[in-house]
């Protein structure tokens, strides 16, 4: 499945920050640059691993809230970021991008616990998804690869499981295994 024909998964992106101290703990009120740095980098990431072969991503950032206007709109970790223009609410940028995903008849999920957008943008072709849902949901992943990680640490990487299956068959030949 090529990446465009993905659902799309829009986030309203300060609205998930504000809901959990997994995001504004990172928040630092010193840097008068940019406070929010470190949550939306960890945002970003974390929307990245939930959508990863589901979604394609979209995250959404009010630009009226942030210290410093200037912001580009990029992707990081496959996740576009957008920041509302100035004088613009992340809203009407979030009501602009599932509109234009109806009409090109796109399914959409949206995260948000903002339940203006979530009545705006409610109905068919478009899942509402709360922000403390795609919380859970991330930090869910987060235990499954704490999982993985320890599991593998346990098991042994010995120099035959590190060998490619030619080299192994070769290796168990000249030891008369094969």
């Known amino acids: ?26 928040m630092d009120e010193s840097d008068a640059h940019d406070p929010f740095v470190r949550a939306r ?9 939930y959508a990863q072969g589901r979604y394609r991503a979209v995250v959404v ?16 970790a496959g996740v576009k ?10 809203d009407t940028v979030i009501e602009r991008i599932v509109s234009e995903s109806r009409r090109a008849l796109r399914d959409v999920t949206v995260v948000t616990s903002d339940n203006t957008i979530r009545a ?26 704490e999982a993985v990680v320890r599991d593998q640490g346990k098991s042994r990487l010995t120099l035959e499981r590190r060998l490619d299956p030619e080299t192994r068959a070769k290796l168990d030949k000249l030891l008369g295994r094969g």
């Open 120 to 145: 705006t943008v409610g109905g068919i072709p478009v899942k509402r998804i709360s922000s403390d849902a795609l919380v859970s949901d991330v930090e869910e992943l987060d235990d499954d690869m």
């Open 41 to 49: 980098d960890l945002l970003i990431s974390d929307v990245a691993a």
């Open 61 to 76: 950032f009010d630009a009226a809230g942030n210290v410093s206007p200037e912001r580009p709109n990029l992707s990081k």
């Open 1 to 26: 499945m090529a990446k465009s024909d993905l659902e799309l998964l829009v986030v309203d992106g300060y609205n998930v920050i504000y809901k959990t101290p997994r995001y504004t703990s990172l």
């Open 81 to 90: 970021c957008i920041f509302s223009e100035t004088g613009e609410s992340a």
